[in-house]
T-cell receptor
Framework: NAGVTQTPKFQVLKTGQSMTLQCAQD?????MSWYRQDPGMGLRLIHY???????DQGEVPNGYNVSRSTTEDFPLRLLSAAPSQTSVYFC???????????FGPGTRLTVT | SQQGEEDPQALSIQEGENATMNCSYK?????LQWYRQNSGRGLVHLIL?????REKHSGRLRVTLDTSKKSSSLLITASRAADTASYFC???????????FGRGTSLIVHP
């Protein structure tokens, strides 16, 4: 099993550009989440999904969109990038909640 | 907002010593989890303790939960240089099972 994979590993965007961060898992997990990690702030939940076709907002959803058309994939879209979205983004999945979350390696995003 | 807050923010010890870090939270929880993050990597799950449990062990890890004080502690015994990492507690509030993470404790174990 590859576990949770994220692409790209690094990305630089200009303000106003849009992009999609990819996340995929091959463990048949129903639950998937996106977090951002900023220095001194820990991880903050952006969006999450409890199954294909079902998504909900987390603590910091503004400026981000998600969809869950399959169990395996949970892409995160930045609609119009802003410098405040410079961060490290982690995708996670779990078989059940509550339960062990499996994290991807992260995407380091810089917005100039 | 972040539910759990770890204390201390940073901890520096020698190999072989025990490391204790604490997590305090504000509202009632269903479960509390501890995760480890090595520099530049994703988080790795260590242990989950439910609100009706008081203590759990996993190898050199011991986690306690005191719901009356709304706090948990993670003890790493006989620490090793490889334990150098950031440690996060994650809690869920009320009816939500999606965990909320604290800011973490940075642990450095000197060989």
């Amino acid at each position: 099993n590859a576990g949770v994979t994220q692409t790209p590993k690094f990305q630089v965007l200009k303000t106003g550009q849009s992009m999609t961060l990819q996340c995929a898992q091959d463990m048949n997990h129903e639950y998937m989440s996106w977090y951002r990690q900023d220095p001194g702030m820990g991880l903050r939940l952006i969006h999450y999904s409890v199954g294909a076709g079902i998504t909900d907002q987390g603590e910091v959803p503004n400026g981000y969109n998600v969809s869950r058309s399959t169990t395996e994939d949970f892409p995160l879209r930045l609609l119009s990038a802003a410098p405040s979205q410079t961060s490290v983004y982690f995708c996670a999945s779990s078989l059940r909640q509550p339960g062990e979350q499996y994290f991807g390696p992260g995407t380091r995003l810089t917005v100039t | 907002s972040q539910q759990g807050e770890e204390d201390p923010q940073a901890l520096s010890i020698q190999e072989g010593e025990n490391a204790t870090m604490n997590c305090s939270y504000k509202t009632s929880i269903n479960n509390l989890q501890w995760y480890r993050q090595n520099s530049g990597r994703g988080l790795v799950h260590l242990i989950l303790i439910r609100s009706n449990e008081r203590e759990k062990h996993s190898g050199r890890l011991r986690v306690t939960l005191d719901t009356s004080k709304k706090s948990s502690s993670l003890l790493i015994t006989a620490s090793r240089a490889a334990d150098t990492a950031s440690y996060f507690c994650a809690t869920d509030e009320g009816g939500s099972y999606i965990p909320t993470f604290g800011r973490g404790t940075s642990l450095i174990v000197h060989p």
